[in-house]
Every structure is written in structure tokens, then in C-alpha cells.
């Protein structure tokens, strides 16, 4: 079965707004990371979560884990037009392969 | 430091041509690891390398393609007959050796085949 199921699958907001894009799971992670990819290109690291955490912050990025509901969200505030990508959450078991979803496709308008 | 190196960026191959891609990891990173990716979707995992060792074959189709990762040089997958099918992006990734239980990736800029 799929790991990291994100939703929405898109996204679109104007410039200045908050974006929230959620991720689920089914199976055992320690850890919990989101990427970002720009059309064309590879992916891009954000942030990483692990699982003893709850909340974790990265300048204009929020991340939560509810390990419980096996869910996390990325918040993007206060967005800008450059935000304008795919986002992918990724989930792992200690060293290893990461397992990503279909990501969530964010437009940001200007 | 010239992060994931791969190539080519594009490939086009005939059906039934093999396809040959490589990978050369972030200086200092000893893990590499092969994603395929089709239009509008996720990547899905492949294969987990380190040095002469494949550690998680377990997203590999089991005809057609291998991987390695040899004591010197890139990484190459390689698909040999390839079908319309494998036609994709394919993404290269490395993360360090670490201690903590969760490895950061870092990507290339993926090679994309298209199988005319």
C-alpha cells in the first residue's frame, strides 16, 4: 500500500495567503520529511520530523506529526509566487529508502 | 560542491535499445538511491545502493533492470530491452552515512528516457 498520501492533490491560493497540505501514512515511520519540486527539476529537502516530535518550524514552513492519527501537515504562510510547486512528503524507518506520496500541487497567484 | 551529478538529462531510445543512466553522489555521501517518476506522479522508490553493495532491490522490476554502485565511479541503472513503458523521469539521490536514523536526500536533476 502507499505510504505518504498527501491531499489536496492541488492547490491553488492567491499571494499572502496560508497553504496547507496534509500527509498520511499507514505503516511505522521514525521519520517524517517534506520536499519540494519545482516543474522540471529534482526534488528539494524542507524539513524533516521525527517521530518524538510535534511540531517543528523552518522560517515561513510548519510542520506537525501526529503519529497517533499517522498524519502530518505542512503549513506555508504568508505564501509568495516562487512557493508555486509540488510538495511530497516522504516517511522512513530508520536508514533506508524514503517512500513518497503523489504530492500536492501548489499555485500561488500573484 | 557540485551536489548529484546525473546524465544524461535526456535519453531517447528505441524499444528493444538499451538504456544506460548514471549517478555520481554528493561528495561525501555513501548512499545513493534510484526513483522513477511518470507524469503527474510521485517518485516511487527503486533501489538503495552503497559502495558495491545493493542494500533494498525491492522497487526493482525483476527483468530488465539492474543497479549498481562500483567501488570507483558513478552509480548506473541500466534497463536493457526497454519498452515504451519505461519511458520517465529517473532520479538519482544520495545522503550521507549517519548515525541519527533518517537519511536526508539530496537529488539530481533527474534523466528523463522517452522509448519511441
Known amino acids: 500500500s502507499q505510504q505518504g498520501e498527501e491531499d489536496p492533490q492541488a492547490l491553488s491560493i492567491q499571494e499572502g495567503e496560508n497553504a496547507t497540505m496534509n500527509c498520511s501514512y499507514k505503516t511505522s515511520i521514525n521519520n517524517l520529511q517534506w520536499y519540494r519540486q519545482n516543474s522540471g527539476r529534482g526534488l528539494v529537502h524542507l524539513i524533516l520530523?521525527?517521530?518524538?516530535?510535534r511540531e517543528k518550524h523552518s522560517g515561513r514552513l510548519r510542520v506537525t506529526l501526529d503519529t497517533s492519527k499517522k498524519s502530518s501537515s505542512l503549513l506555508i504562510t504568508a505564501s509568495r509566487a516562487a512557493d508555486t510547486a509540488s510538495y511530497f512528503c516522504?516517511?522512513?524507518?530508520?536508514?533506508?529508502?524514503?517512500?513518497f506520496g503523489d504530492g500536492t500541487t501548489l499555485t500561488v497567484k500573484p | 560542491n557540485a551536489g548529484v551529478m546525473q546524465n544524461p538529462r535526456h535519453l531517447v531510445r528505441r524499444r528493444g535499445q538499451e538504456a544506460r543512466l548514471r549517478c555520481s553522489p554528493m561528495k561525501g555521501h555513501s548512499h545513493v538511491y534510484w526513483y522513477r517518476q511518470l507524469p503527474e506522479e510521485g517518485l516511487k522508490f527503486m533501489v538503495y545502493l552503497q559502495k558495491e553493495n545493493i542494500i533494498d532491490e525491492s522497487g526493482m522490476p525483476k527483468e530488465r533492470f539492474s543497479a549498481e554502485f562500483p567501488k570507483e565511479g558513478p552509480s548506473i541503472l541500466r534497463i536493457q530491452q526497454v519498452v515504451r513503458g519505461d519511458s520517465a523521469a529517473y532520479f538519482c539521490?544520495?545522503?550521507?552515512?549517519?548515525?541519527?536514523?533518517?537519511?536526508?536526500?539530496?537529488f539530481g536533476a533527474g534523466s528523463r528516457l522517452t522509448v519511441l
Open positions: 520530523i521525527r517521530s518524538n516530535e
Open positions: 516522504a516517511t522512513g524507518y530508520n536508514a533506508g529508502k524514503s517512500t
Open positions: 539521490a544520495s545522503s550521507p552515512e549517519t548515525g541519527t536514523g533518517a537519511n536526508v536526500l539530496t
